[in-house]
């Protein structure tokens, strides 16, 4: 069983980068498949960004495309989220997810299909 460790986020103004970290332990991380989710207060979590089925290329909910990037390095045990360009609805707390198998599109967008969780990191951006 994997356990899950988000950290790197924080208080940061608009148009500002922050990068995500969520260490693995507990398990051989590269043969989990991770996301990246977030969930807003007072709103339901949402997909944020995966990679898909072959892990050679990435997905990104519309919301973030072109300013945030998933990347993980296995030999670390970690999965990564940079964050640029952040805009006031980024604000969340962020989580990882790891699947103990490969998921196809659109699974792989869907908090559901995940196994495992972390107790996420808040990220908040102000004006």
């Known amino acids: 069983q994997v356990q899950l460790v988000e950290s790197g986020g924080g208080l940061v103004q608009a148009g500002g980068s922050l990068r995500l970290s969520c260490a693995a332990s507990?398990?051989?991380?590269?043969?989990?498949?991770m996301g990246w989710f977030r969930q807003a207060l007072g709103k339901e979590r949402e997909f944020v960004a995966t990679?898909?089925?072959?892990?050679?290329?990435?997905y990104y909910a519309n919301s973030v495309v072109g300013r945030f990037s998933i990347s993980r390095d296995d030999a670390k045990n970690t999965l990564y989220l940079q964050m640029d360009s952040l805009k006031l609805d980024d604000t969340a707390v962020y989580y990882c997810?790891?699947?103990?198998?490969?998921?196809?599109?659109?699974?792989?967008?869907?908090?559901?299909?995940?196994?495992?969780w972390g107790q996420g990191t808040q990220v908040t951006v102000s004006s």
């Open positions: 997810a790891a699947a103990t198998r490969p998921l196809p599109y659109p699974s792989s967008m869907q908090g559901r299909s995940y196994d495992y």
């Open positions: 507990g398990g051989t991380f590269r043969s989990y498949f």
């Open positions: 990679f898909t089925w072959t892990g050679d290329n990435t």
